[in-house]
């Protein structure tokens, strides 16, 4: 198989490499001059980070394996101080490095703990998941939850590079595989219509690492985002579209108390983000059937409770879009057409939840 180099521009470009088998390709991104090197990486994936442990150390790298909690879990301010309190023990400088292994929310937890530390030292993205590939190991947000909300401290600290392992996708569960299906779909409909008719192709296959498009939707996933972070690192502007269907998501991820997965939350975020497109009349109803039918189509979620909808409404408020009392949304004009929608009446964002509603 062939390995795959995305370049992401910016104040320090850096490359996405992409194929099977490519461990090879890590002390190369770490680059010279590294002697420690901590592995963030989940307690309970010892078995996926032996191997980037012993290509760290082949390559004549101390290695500090620090193991973890699982998923979201590790998002908290607790788990991040452990990591600080690790880094200074085993005396991590400004010349070291830190390697996040693991899911999206790992890579989060490592960028955000390295952006930090000694006012930010170097790090490397090893994503395990589709959705820590084709989105969160890739551009450089990094971050932790608040018992007040998603994401709500965090940092710009854009990785060394990216290693995305391919190899590793096999042993991801059916559903945390499917989550990250729903931010390849979010490019479909905000940049690269093409991505939509892979999917509507072979919607069955889609949802395995085996499928017949499974490297072209990540190639085409991150080329998107490598293009709209390359412009726009700390979201003063386009970097915006990536935040499509984000809005309700993270209200929803913070009513379940972060056991919904990402992915999932971000489907039903959609078809809300849709809905308020269609009833601002930007965009017609058949471009809120597809939105259903192609998440429905690889088993995504489309709709969430209708009793849920003041709780939902107050966690909105610290969405990092709003400015002040006004919330802004990310929505469409067409496909692969993405305007903001400032401050929308309260009956417009009422009536797009009853569509949600169930
Ligand atoms: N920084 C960003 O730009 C950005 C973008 C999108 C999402 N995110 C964040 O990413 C997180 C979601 O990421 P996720 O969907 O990867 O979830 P996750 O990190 O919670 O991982 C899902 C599950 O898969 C397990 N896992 C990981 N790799 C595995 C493998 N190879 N084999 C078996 N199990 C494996 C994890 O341990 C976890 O239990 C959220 O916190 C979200 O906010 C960040
Ligand atoms: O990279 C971005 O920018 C995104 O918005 C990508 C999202 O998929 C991702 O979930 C991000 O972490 C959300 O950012 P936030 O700023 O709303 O916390
Ligand atoms: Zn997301």
Redesign the pocket.
């Known amino acids: 198989m062939t390995v795959s180099r995305i370049r992401v521009e910016g104040e320090a470009p850096y490359d996405v490499v992409i194929g099977a088998d490519v461990l090879g390709e890590l002390p190369g991104l770490l680059g010279p001059g590294v002697r420690t090197v901590a592995v963030v990486h989940?307690a309970?994936?010892p078995e996926?980070a032996r191997p980037v442990c012993g290509a760290i150390e082949a390559a004549g790298h101390e290695v500090v394996p620090l193991p973890v909690p699982?998923?979201?879990q590790a998002?908290t301010v607790e788990v991040a101080a452990q990591l600080w309190s690790a880094f200074g023990r085993y005396g991590v400088t400004r010349s070291d490095a830190v390697v996040g292994v693991?899911?999206?929310?790992?890579?989060?937890l490592a960028g955000f703990a390295a952006a930090t530390w000694l006012r930010g030292v170097k790090v490397v993205q090893v994503p395990?998941?589709l959705?820590?590939m084709v989105?969160?190991a890739v551009?450089g947000?990094?971050?932790i939850n608040t018992p007040e909300g998603?994401?709500l401290v965090g940092s710009f600290h854009p990785p060394a590079g990216v290693l995305c392992d391919l190899t590793?996708?096999a042993?991801?569960?059916r559903d945390?595989y499917v989550?990250?299906l729903a931010?390849i779909i979010k490019g479909g409909f905000i940049a690269d219509p093409a991505i939509l008719a892979l999917i509507e192709d072979d919607p069955e296959g889609a949802r395995f690492p085996e499928g017949r498009h499974t490297r072209e939707l990540i190639e085409r996933k991150v080329r998107i985002k490598a293009a709209v972070v390359g412009a726009d690192l700390r979201e003063g502007g386009v970097r915006e579209i990536l935040n499509y269907g984000h809005t309700l998501a993270h209200a929803i991820e913070r009513v379940e108390d972060y056991r919904m997965?990402?992915?999932e939350a971000v489907a039903i975020g959609m078809v809300y983000a849709a809905e308020l497109s269609r009833l601002d009349g930007r965009i017609g109803a058949d471009v809120v059937d597809r939105t259903r039918s192609i998440l429905t189509s690889v088993g995504l979620p489309v709709s969430y409770r209708r009793d849920a909808w003041p709780q939902l409404r107050d966690h909105m408020r610290l969405d990092k879009k709003s400015r002040g009392a006004k919330l802004r949304f990310v929505v469409l004009d067409g496909l692969a057409k993405v305007s903001p929608l400032e401050d929308p009446p309260e009956a417009l964002l009422e009536a797009a939840y009853e569509e949600v509603a169930r």
Do not use: F
């Open positions: 989940p309970s994936l996926i699982d998923a979201e998002k693991g899911g999206g929310a790992t890579t989060d395990t998941t959705l820590g989105d969160a551009g947000k990094t971050g998603k994401n590793t996708l042993s991801v569960p945390d989550g990250g931010e997965r990402h992915g």
